[in-house]
């Protein structure tokens, strides 16, 4: 291989070192938004959003304070709403109907915590790649690192509602999120570790 | 199981199959207290509003495990003919009811209102009494409310004095 040659293959590796560098993360591991020039067919970062975009979990993350249900992502009956404390009126509130279980004959939800995100988890409306960049955002997350955000969508057990979501009130099962549980959590764990990349829109 | 719990200040124990058991079926059919009604079984309504702890709960979607060690008031204990909470005086000085069947419900609800909200708006009203009267007494409904709070508020500046 001649000299100009060699020449050229380094300095093609350079610029490829280069270009790959400036494309990932330099803060890897750390709970920030990550856009890149071009969209990354990440597969678990998909399976995960499809997760986060069913109405199990949109439903509960309003962006006009007034919780969602169903299938249909109707507005919640009877005019309630978030409230103060995201947990609805003062008399009348979450408690009210919803207690830490589902309940098998009425129809009503339930699991710990019952409650609408807080106000700066607004993810209806918002495209996926918007949900996730929010949801790294610690000014949104609740200022949670990226080991407790993991936590928080694998672990938390009013996230993992969603795949007990019990009856409705016609005592029809109601649909979990597209993705089974363990599945899910495989890639949320893969996701993070591969340093959180969010694709730009 | 047996659950132990206290309803209206005496404390009771009820041994029962299933624990998922409504609380409201507790009530009236075990504890024979019919003040509390049956509407749609789906939380939907109110009428089996009682309060759990102090807070409003739908009686028909609240599985009985949940009352252990805990206090429950039913309409009836509330207060009586010759005693009656201020919610219920305002009922009957503004005649609310018509067919009357959803209105212990609106009582125990209001009551718990006004716990929490002793001087409620109109607005607050609207959020936070969101039973269902068929016979649509909202509008009298709204008048005892108020008539309550003024009610409640003179209770409780009276045993102010009296306790100073």
Request: charged share 20%.
């Amino acid at each position: 291989m001649g000299k100009s040659a060699f020449g050229y293959m380094f300095f093609g590796f350079l610029l490829m070192g280069v270009v790959v560098a400036m494309s990932y993360p330099s803060t890897k591991g750390e709970n920030l938004s990550v856009l890149l020039d071009n969209p990354v067919e990440d597969e678990a970062y998909h399976k995960m959003m499809d997760v986060l975009m069913s109405p199990r979990c949109v439903n509960c993350h309003p962006s006009d304070n007034i919780p969602k249900q169903g299938d249909d992502r109707h507005p919640h009956y009877f005019g309630m709403a978030r409230g103060e404390n995201n947990l609805g009126y003062q008399a009348t509130n979450c408690t009210t109907c919803h207690q830490t279980e589902n309940n098998r004959y009425s129809g009503v939800p339930g699991a710990p915590e019952w409650s609408l995100a807080p106000d700066k988890m607004k993810w209806e409306g918002l495209t996926r790649n918007e949900i996730a960049r929010s949801m790294l955002n610690r000014q949104h997350n609740g200022d949670r690192s990226l080991t407790e955000l993991e936590h928080h969508l694998t672990e938390h057990e009013l996230v993992l509602w969603a795949w007990k979501p019990g009856v409705d009130a016609q005592g029809i099962p109601r649909e979990p999120p597209p993705v089974p549980l363990e599945e899910y959590r495989a890639a949320v764990k893969e996701w993070i570790e591969n340093g959180a990349i969010v694709p730009e829109d | 199981m047996k659950i132990s719990f206290t309803i209206n200040g005496t404390a009771q124990s009820i041994e029962i199959a299933d624990e998922n058991t409504p609380l409201l079926w507790v009530v009236r059919d075990i504890l024979d207290l019919k003040g509390t009604k049956f509407g749609c079984g789906k939380a939907a309504c109110g009428a089996c509003t009682l309060h759990v702890g102090g807070e409003a709960v739908r009686s028909c979607s609240y599985a009985i495990k949940f009352v252990e060690g805990k206090e429950v008031t039913t309409i009836e204990g509330l207060g009586n003919e010759q005693n009656p909470h201020p919610v219920q005086q305002a009922w009957i000085e503004e005649v609310v009811p018509q067919c009357g069947y959803c209105q212990p419900g609106f009582m125990m609800a209001t009551a718990a209102l006004l716990n929490k909200v002793p001087n409620p708006t109109d607005e607050e009203i609207d959020q936070n009494i969101i039973n269902v009267c068929r016979c649509a007494t909202y509008y009298r409904m709204r008048k005892a409310i108020h008539k309550a709070a003024e009610l409640q508020a003179v209770m409780n500046a009276s045993t102010e004095t009296q306790t100073s």
